[in-house]
Each structure stands twice: as structure tokens, then as C-alpha cells.
């Protein structure tokens, strides 16, 4: 069974920091490209930052130069690492494991950790 738990979120002042952590089970954790996506209430889905199973990442352009996401392989986690926080970073962050298959890809969540900036 796959699962995928995060931690790490909570509340936090304007320009504080906090690191996410996303836990994976179930999957040969290597193979999969880790994202985090987070949705603020009233607001659509929106991917902040991917790693690719080579290590590479992309961030969104309201996050870049402030968060940092890394995977540790041997201990099947993805982190995402979140300086310089701003209100409007207020969301719940989950993370999604991504393969490519063929005929389907392979997709799982998290169950979403909240993270709140506010003074």
C-alpha cells in the first residue's frame, strides 16, 4: 500500500521559515519525480516546486529564491524547505509522487499538512 505523510506545517510569523517534510512507503521512492502543490481556500491548485528522480527542480515564480526542495532517497523523503514566508504562502501543501508508465502514469498524494503565515 502507497502511502505519503507530511509534516511540518503550522503557523508561523511573516519572514519566519518552516521545512516540509513528505514521507513515501509502498514505492521504489527513486523512480518517482516528488512535487508539492498547495491550495489556499477560495483559490485553485498550484504547484510550487518539483524534483525530478535525477535530482533536478523547477519552482513557481512566486516561490523561487525563498523555498528549497531536496529528496533524501535512503530515507524515502522529499522536503521543501520555506523562507521568508508571506501571508499569501497560507495554504495546504501536499506533496504527489508522479512516474510515467506506459499505458498510465502513476500518481499518489499526501493527505496535506496546513501551513499558516500570519502575525
Known amino acids: 500500500q502507497v502511502q505519503l505523510v507530511e509534516s511540518g506545517g503550522g503557523l508561523v510569523q511573516p519572514g519566519g521559515s518552516l521545512r516540509l517534510s513528505c514521507a513515501g512507503s509502498?514505492?521504489?521512492?527513486?523512480?518517482?519525480?516528488m512535487s508539492w502543490y498547495r491550495q489556499a481556500p477560495g483559490k485553485q491548485r498550484e504547484l510550487v516546486a518539483r524534483?525530478?528522480?535525477?535530482?533536478?527542480?523547477n519552482y513557481a515564480d512566486s516561490v523561487k529564491g525563498r523555498f528549497t526542495m531536496s529528496r533524501d532517497n535512503a530515507a524515502n523523503t522529499a522536503y521543501l524547505q520555506m523562507d521568508n514566508l508571506k501571508p499569501e504562502d497560507t495554504a495546504v501543501y501536499s506533496c504527489?509522487?508522479?512516474?510515467?508508465?506506459?499505458?498510465?502514469?502513476?500518481?499518489?498524494w499526501g493527505q496535506g499538512t496546513q501551513v499558516t503565515v500570519s502575525s
Open positions: 504527489n509522487a508522479h512516474k510515467n508508465e506506459w499505458p498510465t502514469a502513476r500518481d499518489y
Open positions: 509502498g514505492i521504489i521512492f527513486s523512480l518517482y519525480a
Open positions: 524534483i525530478t528522480s535525477g535530482g533536478s527542480t
